[in-house]
């Protein structure tokens, strides 16, 4: 709940990760959350360090589109201008201050009900692969992954079948103390944007570390025609890590968008996705160490 | 004509204009051509610098996804290979030497007819702008300028209109020695992608030097209220450049593509276009001066 003299804010963020050595904050190492608190901490004049939580702690050289986080902020007598802080006021202030890698998109007020992480339903990423010299854009080597063959989606889609619904993806997440691996794929399908390049839009209730980038991996092996598309569905039940799935490099990888229910469920859901997956995230640092690099 | 052992190829060409130069080779800064050159001059051990010529001499900071060059490259006995270079070798070949802000998207052997330059029939660029926080996206600021106010569309394309068709662009082109300014605008419209960008799609038989950014900024002046729609039409037909028009930064500016009439008619289009702009490229540097950063 925000102190009283604080507002809650939800923030939708965008950037680039090449810069970043991921979301979470980390000792002496550049991260999104920093950068972002350390402009809050700026505009806001807070004698105490804000913080910012968000939906989706990508790793190092993960993009995002569409973050989501919220934060609480001083209003009327606690703010700088003595004034309640309006949305244009804090995006303009906020774009004073961020480095040109991170855009804070949309600010809205919202009730303390709204949790950026514990309200969200699903979180969806894309990872995009240019697989022929045409579709090779050096304007986007950035945010796109280059393979040096062609890609069978049709094959790719069959064995990302496999993965919709409810599994435990032990299977392609990094090894963990505590919490769950069950996670619920709603969407896994690959398709050619108007670039010609492959694009997977994956979206889940939640991913644990790395899930995206092992799952791409699999269905890159199938792609290739070096595996069967049923070969993913076997990795799945097997339940454990498989040597020939490539953990992907995060560069390919972008957080498109998060969504939250109506309001009036905010504070519903917080509950039942504290009980799900524990009070600590799936993907917090202090548990799984940090090196977050792939 | 392509000297014996020789053959011509187009080459579709795709580029980040952020660290060169531009497109034509000077001495001692980096350029796209340069890097070509370069390239092919190592893959084809050729003895003597390979000479490329491109449809659209793009500034310094412009950007490329459909460039097209043609280039004459020993073939059959003055070939590395002593075989016939095929079009996936020479592919290969130039992407294992070419830096990643440069690629090749397609090499097609073609006739002697085939002149990249004076066979075109038009050129297509694009001009993106980010008028809100909400289109800003860090992962595209290479490509897209961002704009503190929202853009009047529909303004700007009342504007847009009276540039239509052929006129003297005399106003919108860098002073030079001999040529015509006079340039035939085929499209020339507003629209917002996907990510609510707004996005010029202008397309004419050639532009002069700076002629793109020139006219959007002169749209931009309307976008933004400070003119009525009327006033662009006015500068055009006064044939003076006025003060009032900003030349927009390079980066917005990327050239989408390139058209050519059927083989059969390239030669024929080759000598129109010749005798219409005259021999020498109307932005040849040697003519409008080396400094090509704005």
Redesign the interface.
């Known amino acids: 709940m925000p102190s009283p003299g604080h507002a809650r804010w939800r923030l ?1 963020i ?3 990760g090449s810069g970043f050595h991921g979301w979470a904050r980390q000792p002496g190492v550049r991260t999104v959350e920093s950068v972002i608190t350390d402009a809050l901490t700026t505009i806001t004049a807070a004698t105490t360090r804000v913080d910012v939580t968000c939906a989706g702690r990508t790793d190092a050289g993960v ?1 995002a ?1 569409g973050q989501v986080a919220h934060v609480d902020l001083p209003d009327g007598e606690g703010a700088r201008s003595e004034q309640t802080l309006g949305e244009p006021t804090l ?1 303009r202030r906020l ?1 004073g201050v961020l480095p ?7 600010a809205t007020r919202v009730s303390a009900d709204f949790d950026a992480r514990f309200s969200a339903v699903w979180r969806r990423y894309a990872y995009r692969i240019a697989d022929s ?7 986007r ?3 796109v992954l280059e393979h040096p063959r062609s890609l069978d989606l049709e094959a790719m889609n069959v064995a990302a079948g496999s993965l919709l619904g409810e599994h435990d993806f032990a299977a392609f997440c990094r090894a963990r103390v505590g919490g769950t691996t069950i996670r619920r794929i709603l969407d896994c399908a690959w398709s050619r944007d108007g670039a010609g390049r492959a694009v997977l839009d994956i979206r889940a209730d939640a991913f644990c570390h790395s899930m995206v980038r092992s799952v791409v991996g699999a269905l890159i092996a199938v792609g290739d025609g070096r595996r069967e598309p049923d070969w993913v569905g076997e990795i799945l039940d097997r339940g454990e890590r498989d040597p020939g799935v490539r953990v992907m490099p995060a560069h390919g990888l ?1 957080l498109e968008e998060v969504g939250y229910p109506p309001p009036q469920e905010w504070a519903a859901r917080q509950e039942v996705t504290r009980v799900l997956r524990g009070e600590s995230a799936e993907d917090d640092p202090a548990l799984t160490g940090n090196d977050r690099s792939r």
């Open positions: 939708d965008a950037y680039d993009h589109r995006l774009q040109d890698d991170v855009a804070v998109t949309a010299y045409a579709a090779r854009d050096p304007l080597r950035t945010d972008t």
